[in-house]
């Protein structure tokens, strides 16, 4: 009796494993699938691009075909599709929001939700932060505000396209000889609100050693290998955020 009841049991954990390995496989589906439509509905934006600005329309018709050239010549970009045309990026949001819980056991979120309090009642608005990346050198990051989530998340993604900016990459730790432009060239120090974030050139193999949201900014980055020192009040996400950006700007003074 004792075998056949852990036989039951073996071939119920069994079962629960395939369940769950055959969710995950639809979850990535899902995944794959919202991403090819997302590509679709860009390529469909940037075919029925109309430009209103001098830049846009040498960018539609071919006279500019990298995007180094406007961030070195110093010309502000003011339509986002330009930045789709000319480079394949990546998009994710930073978990800034806290969804409710117990105690404040709220789990981190991608929505921040404020409310203002009127006669009629509470009015609830959502901010959300997006970054933008080709991980070749190029990052961008914005921020959206609006009564509902996903007009939040499109202002944020067309800010962050607009603030596009150009990071310097190379190998400059000491026990690190090779040439490739895994890490940063040289030690940097970001500053927003009350954070304070100093960057360090890291060997190959190192990883990235920084927050978890961070971590989101140096992969679309293109940063492989990096070593960090945070100061002051960490957990502002935001400040954080914006701090990182801050230091990979200075990758570009010398």
Known sequence: MAEEKKERERIKEEE??????????????????????????????????????????????????????ILDSGKKILEAEIVDSLLNIKTDLISMG?????????????????????????????????IIGDENGHIGIGTGKAKETLPARDKALRKAKLNII?????????DCA???????????????GGVRITLIPAPQ?????????????????????????TFGKKRTTFNLVKACVDALKKTNTT
């Open 178 to 192: 090779c040439s490739e432009p895994h890490s940063i060239p040289f030690k940097v120090t970001g500053k927003s």
């Open 166 to 174: 150009k990071i310097k990459r190379g190998c400059a730790s000491f």
């Open 16 to 69: 629960s494993q395939e369940e769950v390995s055959e969710e995950m496989l639809e979850e990535e589906r899902e995944k794959q699938i919202e991403k090819k439509e997302e590509k679709e509905e860009e390529k469909e934006v940037v075919a029925a691009w109309d430009p209103k600005t001098e830049l846009g329309r040498q960018v539609k018709f071919g006279k500019i075909k990298k995007i180094d050239e």
């Open 205 to 229: 193999g190192t990883g990235l050693v920084v927050a978890n949201e961070l971590k989101k900014i140096f992969t679309l980055v293109g940063i492989k290998d990096v070593y960090s020192k």
């Open 98 to 130: 806290q969804s409710k819980g117990k105690f404040g056991g709220g789990k981190r979120r991608a929505w921040r939700q404020t409310q203002r309090k009127t006669k009629e009642g509470n009015i609830p608005t959502f901010s959300a932060m997006a």
